[in-house]
């Protein structure tokens, strides 16, 4: 069997619609190739403590399972290990990600060239729908099926390839040897990129292959990126250096209201080192995430066996529902917390009858929370948006 360690490499490809003056047009009439995503495979060693990150049995059961259904139609070549693996880890999600619509995936089995052992990725992004939140943005196939309320189309909304001769891992055990590759880590984190999680930086290294947006419009990642200072990625001029430098800043945060709740307040930081990795760089969390699935790379002997709660809040901003028990046993929201209007939390405030600087809120009345003018507290406190404010929040807020 030929066992590929030098680099591990997901891609995925996605067909671009649009509808433009009401009508329906598929750029080129074909598949449109973007920027691809991978992930860099690290070789562990025998001597090495790998990390074990299996599924959280402590999550109800009773109120988190097959909140969702992923439907694969596998590659007749795909071994049954491989499946069962596969269906192991769509069953993970399937209690995380709420959708009344089926998620349908298209999985082939074969020889990839090269070092790549594996693609993925939605198979439509579309823009410009009525039914979608926002005009001007790109949205992936699964998001736009929920929005319509139904399949917008036949074909499969995440499409899959995976290397036949790579030396994976098809155990669920979280318990693969130190060269293996585990399939279940691996599907996780590359159907999370199917369902949005990438944004649409293209550069070769050189300021003028560098560019954001797909025909003039970001996706629904782009609008989170920003600099330590709070200037948004999609908002420099593309083919500059001023937009290389900033993908090379290692200083590229994800600001979500729900991403910074469940990260004590913060902004994660994004992989920005120097010098640019296409499909690495910028549509990963930073290196310094060693254990969260959304990391930019694997090691061999890993098992990380769950969307974390970082991740899964990322998702949610991306428009996702979640399964509450999905989310954080708490949520910080501060106001240095960037919002786009009022954001409503359901919970109670506990008070000694001042506003301090951190206040404990636990479930029962609304707290609107809006970063450019006020936190007002329905109870009758309001705190001014340039004074320092934190809240402890339940962690599903208005879910």
């Known amino acids: 069997m030929k066992v590929k360690f030098e680099k591990l490499i997901f891609t995925f490809i996605l067909l671009f619609t649009i509808n433009l003056c009401q009508s329906q047009m598929v750029l080129n009439g074909q598949k449109v190739k973007v920027p691809k995503t991978q992930i860099e495979l690290v070789l562990g060693s025998k001597d090495r403590i790998p990390i074990k990150k299996l599924r959280d049995q402590n999550r109800s059961l009773n109120t988190c399972t097959n909140v969702s259904n992923f439907v694969p139609n596998y590659d007749s070549d795909m071994p049954i290990a491989a499946q069962n693996a596969f269906n192991y880890a769509l069953d993970i999600l399937e209690d995380i990600f709420v959708s009344d619509v089926n998620i349908t995936l298209d999985i082939n089995w074969e ?65 693969p040897a130190w060269n293996q590759v585990d399939l279940v880590t691996v599907i996780i984190h590359e159907v999370s990129h199917g369902l949005g999680f990438a944004g649409t930086v293209f550069s070769n290294g050189t300021p003028s292959s560098t560019t954001i947006g797909w025909s003039n419009l970001p996706n629904i990642f782009d609008p989170f990126v920003e600099d330590g200072n709070g200037v948004q990625t999609m908002t420099l001029p593309n083919n500059t250096q001023t937009l290389l430098d900033a993908l090379t800043s290692d200083d590229l945060f994800f600001n979500g209201i729900y991403t910074n709740g469940s990260n004590g307040g913060a902004p994660p930081q994004l992989k920005s080192d120097n010098p640019y990795v296409q499909g690495s760089s910028y549509s990963h969390l930073d290196d310094g995430f060693s254990n969260e699935a959304l990391r930019s790379f694997i090691v061999t002997g890993d098992a990380i066996h769950d969307l974390d709660i970082l991740g899964v809040s990322m998702m949610r901003d991306l428009g996702w529902e979640v399964c509450n028990d999905s ?60 004074s320092n404010f934190e809240a402890t929040i339940d962690g599903c807020g208005n879910n």
Do not use: H
């Open 111 to 175: 020889d990839i060239p090269g070092n790549a052992i594996g693609t993925a990725g939605s198979s439509f992004w579309r823009a410009n729908f009525s039914f979608f939140p926002e005009f001007g943005k790109w949205y992936p196939e699964a998001l736009t099926n929920i929005y319509n309320g139904s399949q917008f189309n036949s074909s499969a909304d995440i499409e899959v390839n995976l290397d036949s001769s790579t030396n994976w891992y098809f155990g669920t055990n979280g318990n």
């Open 327 to 386: 989310c954080p046993a708490e949520m910080t929201i501060a106001n240095n917390n960037e919002l786009e209007g009022n954001q409503s939390f359901q919970s109670a405030f506990e008070s000694d009858g001042d506003i301090e600087s951190l206040q404990n809120i636990q479930g029962g009345i609304d707290v609107i929370y809006d970063s450019k003018t006020s936190v007002e507290l329905l109870i009758g406190f309001e705190v001014n948006a340039n």
